[in-house]
Nanobody, 127 residues
């Protein structure tokens, strides 16, 4: 069982930045593929970014391409999402997800590929 705890959300003005963190339990964190998703009220969960367990390569979703950077610190069992140039439409609950697979062969944007989810952290961007 893997437990995920997100933090770092909050209220920020448009154009500002936030860094989200996700701490994972588990002794083999470095091999997990990790992902960030978000969900706004009344909308489906949307893929933001992912980091492979093997090689650490990243995949970024269209919604925040060019404005976000996902990274991980395996020594701290932690994944980060640096978000810049935030817009009001970025307002959502941001979720951390994990799978024990070191990479995903189908699509990193599929929620079904992830086995574990955090409780989410609210990000609100004011105009």
């Amino acid at each position: 069982q893997v437990q995920l705890v997100e933090s770092g959300g909050g209220l920020v003005q448009a154009g500002g930045s936030l860094r989200l963190s996700c701490v994972a339990s588990g002794r083999t964190f470095r091999s997990y593929t990790m992902g960030w998703f978000r969900q706004a009220p009344g909308k489906e969960r949307e893929f933001v970014a992912a980091i492979r367990g093997i090689g650490g390569g990243t995949v970024t979703g269209d919604c925040m391409k060019g404005r976000s950077t996902a990274s991980r610190d395996n020594a701290k069992n932690t994944m980060y999402l640096q978000m810049n140039s935030l817009k009001p439409e970025d307002t959502a609950v941001y979720y951390c997800a994990a799978t024990v697979k070191p990479y995903i062969s189908t699509s990193y944007s599929l929620t079904a590929e992830y086995d574990y989810w955090g409780q989410g952290t609210q990000v609100t961007v004011s105009s």
